[in-house]
T-cell receptor, first 114, second 111 residues
């Protein structure tokens, strides 16, 4: 099973709303990531969690707030977003031990901010 | 500066017309080069991992190779369903295994 599940698949939110994106994996991977991808661009790293602790924040605005409640779940809390935050948000995971180092991605959440 | 460059940006092929996509990289301490396929509006789908120069991996019509400075994704006798954006990424080290992505090659295969 190499599945990373993201919910919801699509989200439309106003600039004053608060919403959350969810990501789940059951591969035992101890590194989890949030990426942002704009149209026709490669994914851009936002946050990295290692062993449930935030290890990298790529200078992301505070209106994005990540959370890793346990080793299988990753959330991204959204508040007071701007229209330019509209994008495909991708979650990924990878093992931190063993020979395999590839990251597996979820199908993404298509976010539209109106 | 660590960089990953993919070429061409876009590639149009006729069904059955074999070709190659290129990914060149300048990173120190390479800890893996990855190929992904991405369909519009979907997350990247893992294809291959390459770790050392000379390594090759194959899957159906795709074959990935690695040298010290670049990787090639060879597509043999492509079909329309191979149409997608192909992303190359490198793991430039560190315990978090952070990836640097190239901008991708958009492949279109016409019947």
């Amino acid at each position: 099973d190499t599945e990373v599940t993201q919910t919801p698949k699509h989200l439309v939110m106003g600039m004053t709303n608060k919403k959350s994106l969810k990501c789940e994996q059951h591969m035992g991977h101890r590194a989890m990531y949030w990426y942002k991808q704009k149209a026709k661009k490669p994914p851009e790293l936002m946050f990295v969690y290692s062993y449930e602790k935030l290890s990298i924040n790529e200078s992301v605005p505070s209106r994005f707030s990540p959370e890793c409640p346990n080793s299988s779940l990753l959330n991204l809390h959204l508040h007071a977003l701007q229209p330019e935050d509209s994008a495909l948000y991708l979650c990924a995971s990878r093992p931190l031990q063993g020979l395999s180092t590839e990251a597996f991605f979820g199908q993404g959440t298509r976010l539209t901010v109106v | 500066e660590d960089q990953v460059t993919q070429s061409p940006e876009a590639l149009r092929l006729q069904e059955g017309e074999s070709s190659s996509l290129n990914c060149s990289y300048t990173v120190s301490g390479l800890r893996g080069l990855f190929w992904y396929r991405q369909d519009p509006g979907k997350g990247p789908e893992f294809l291959f991992t390459l770790y050392s120069a000379g390594e090759e991996k194959e899957k159906e019509r795709l074959k990935a190779t690695l040298t010290k400075k670049e990787s090639f994704l060879h597509i043999t006798a492509p079909k329309p369903e191979d149409s997608a954006t192909y992303l190359c990424a490198v793991n430039y080290g560190g315990s978090q295994g952070n990836l640097i992505f190239g901008k991708g090659t958009k492949l279109s295969v016409k019947p």
